[in-house]
């Protein structure tokens, strides 16, 4: 789709007056791109519109037929409930405290994995297998090893004398959400490790040679030549995890559930909008979520845009 | 024109083999999968299979009943005619009436008229019978029948005896060599089982069922406090702190594999546990569960499932004679005997087999007849939301992040707003 409203685009712009041939091409053009902007609409517009819309309203999902305009009661009723602050400062800890973990996690990998060494190949896929697991599968399996009578992270941390009483990893308060990043950083890294190493691949070769010749210490050529190159890569590689870490929602309800020491927005809204059936709240809730996502890659966009132009 | 006779006649064979002159079809039955369930029921359906000529498919469903019925809404929601027949929780059917049919068109009256009034009076809403019982529940007491004789201890009849008794021998265990060893295991991740504990120790103090029968808000009392305090005393010392993320099956886990002296759970966990592959097969007892206090009460929630007919189903009176078959008597007796699932027919809690089978059937039998029940039938539509509040509130105190009577005030609070003051 893109290339083709860039050709006509760029053919708007060199001639202004259309020769028969160009409009000719640029309704082929529009044409080829009908199919997939009606798909777009069918298949997140719709929804989309439909979510907000129910926002309006008091649809309960036992019957949606039979709802009634309810202008923005939903939203302020949402504002000023603390379950719905707990939920949104349970994401946003959640969300900082996993990217930040992940980039320089997956940063280290990155460079180690850029390196030149045999079975490099073997290594570099050998990595992705977390990321490779479902979601699903491996918080299951996380859900067991952290179990605090007959799990496995216990038993080491026990063997090795670093806890003396097992540790209720999914169920204690102050460990709930520790655990959830802990699975999410374990899961998460090697995406975060591909990207980056895509990242530094392409790096021009001349800068480290010319460091090379100069003798600056290898430090020094990553904090200056490394860093600056690779930050769009990075930046690009932390918004992509930043909107995904937001709208977490598999990893926390497998392992602890409704709990509301682990809640975040997208568990929030899945309670209101089916476990209660409150359609139009819960949509609500579901709407605020996205416009807090759309918020924050408006931010994201305008502030890259401004680097550039420095 | 031979293949056309091949087909009439393969027709007729069908035909005349379904019962009730009904055609041959294929029904789709839900089935939990907590323990044996989903075993129990495959016989049991795969028998029906078999003297009818119909066929069954099963559809396996998860094991959190909270989860399972936002399954189930969503399914009837988008009326699907995928699943014909529903398991649905004793606390059900005020929500989901609207999308099943009434089964008293397709079950005679005297065949209803064999199960507990009170479970037949529970499912029918507006004079419609939503469900038909299947098997009932009640939250017994199982105990370690060896280790308490080893101690020379009686099972407890006041939750003050079973925190004793639970910390010596916890703390006798431990000091012989098994450090795993914990008191108490029950069911405290914030979902419905946690309702039903909480709802049980609140009880047993006396402290009513969070609503009364007229909707007024009751759960605001020093009894309940009492309880829930007491409850939140067990959590690391009795109990360990990981209850507070489990459900049935991670309780039963812990006991099972003989490292708990005490643990609250409902009947199917006795046939699990007396199991040959089962490290305490036949070292459990059962009991009722405790009293609050002197002037307290035994007690017990009220559980158990029905099935019911989805009224989006292609074949209703053909999955209406599939529940008539799995809640007959015949069937209850076999999942009583060898899953120990309560039957709902009266007339089996005398049956001879039965209560070889699973002997507290017989001793318990008063506990089962007066189970506690949830306040659903006066929350209605809103029992889902109110019991989120009130398990949250528990799950609240006995994490230690707020203190029983400031918590219950605010629930009272919350589900005044829920109820628009008490109105429902």
Sequence with gaps: MSTATVAVAAQLQEKPVKSRLTRQRIRYAWLFVTPMLVVLALVAGWPLFRTIWFSFTDANLSDLQVAEFVGFDNYVYLLSDPEWWNAVWNTVKFAAISVTLETILGLGIALALDAHFRGRGLLRAAVLIPWAIPTVVSAQMWGWMFHDVFGVINHMLMALHLISKPIAWTASPDTALVAVIIVDVWKTTPFMALLLLAGLQMLPGECYESAKVDGIHPFKVFWKITLPLLKPALMVAVIFRVLDAMRIFDLIYVMSGNNKDTMSMSVYSRQQLVDFQDVGYGSAAATLLFLIIAAFTVVYLTLSRVGRED | ?424
């Design chain 2, 1 to 424: 024109m031979g293949v056309v006779w091949k087909g009439m006649a393969a027709l007729a064979v069908t035909v005349a083999a379904s019962i009730g002159g009904a055609q041959a079809a294929t029904i789709s039955i839900s089935c939990g999968a907590v323990g044996q369930e989903l075993q129990l029921c495959t016989d049991g359906a795969n028998a029906w299979a078999k003297a009818t000529g119909n066929e069954i498919k099963i559809v396996s469903t998860p094991n959190s009943a909270t989860e399972r019925l936002a399954l189930y809404q969503q399914i009837l929601a988008a009326g699907s005619a995928d699943i014909d027949v529903y398991q649905i929780d004793v606390i059900w059917p005020g929500t989901l009436a609207n999308h099943m049919i009434d089964l008293s068109e397709y079950i005679d009256e005297e065949t209803v008229g064999q199960h507990f009034k009170a479970i037949i009076d529970n499912n029918t809403v507006d004079d419609k019978l939503v469900a038909m019982p299947w098997y009932t529940d009640g939250g017994v007491l199982y105990y370690r029948k060896d280790l308490l004789e080893k101690y020379n201890k009686q099972p407890p009849t006041t939750w003050q005896e079973l925190t004793d008794t639970a910390k010596e021998i916890q703390d006798g265990e431990r000091a012989a060599g098994n450090d795993k060893m914990w008191g108490f295991v029950f069911q405290a991740k914030a979902y419905e089982g946690l309702t039903c504990d909480a709802l049980e120790w609140v009880d047993s103090f006396g402290g009513g069922t969070i609503v009364d029968a007229d909707g007024k808000i009751t759960i605001n009392n020093e009894k309940a406090a009492a309880a829930l305090t007491m409850a939140r005393g067990w959590i690391g010392t009795i109990a360990p702190e990981g209850v507070l993320n489990y459900t049935e099956e991670e309780s039963r886990g812990v006991f099972q594999s003989g490292n708990a002296v005490f643990m609250r759970n409902w009947p199917y966990a006795w046939a699990l546990g007396n199991a040959p592959d089962s490290t305490i097969s036949g070292k459990i007892g059962v009991s009722a569960l405790p009293k609050g206090g002197a002037d307290g009460k035994p007690t017990g929630v009220l559980g158990g499932w029905q099935l019911a007919v989805s009224s989006y189903s292609e074949n209703p009176e053909i999955a209406a004679d599939l529940v008539k078959y799995l809640t007959s008597a015949e069937e209850q007796k076999r999942r009583a005997i060898q899953g120990s699932y309560n039957p709902t027919i009266e007339a089996l809690y005398k049956d001879q087999e039965v209560l070889t089978a699973v002997p507290f059937f017989g001793s318990l039998y008063e506990t089962f007849v007066n189970a506690v029940a949830r306040p659903s039938k006066v929350t209605a539509t809103k029992y889902n939301q109110a019991s989120s509040e009130f398990f949250n509130a528990a799950h609240d105190v006995l994490s230690g992040k707020a203190e029983a009577p400031a918590r219950l005030a605010e629930l009272e609070s919350k589900l005044d707003r829920l109820s628009r003051g008490g109105r429902w």
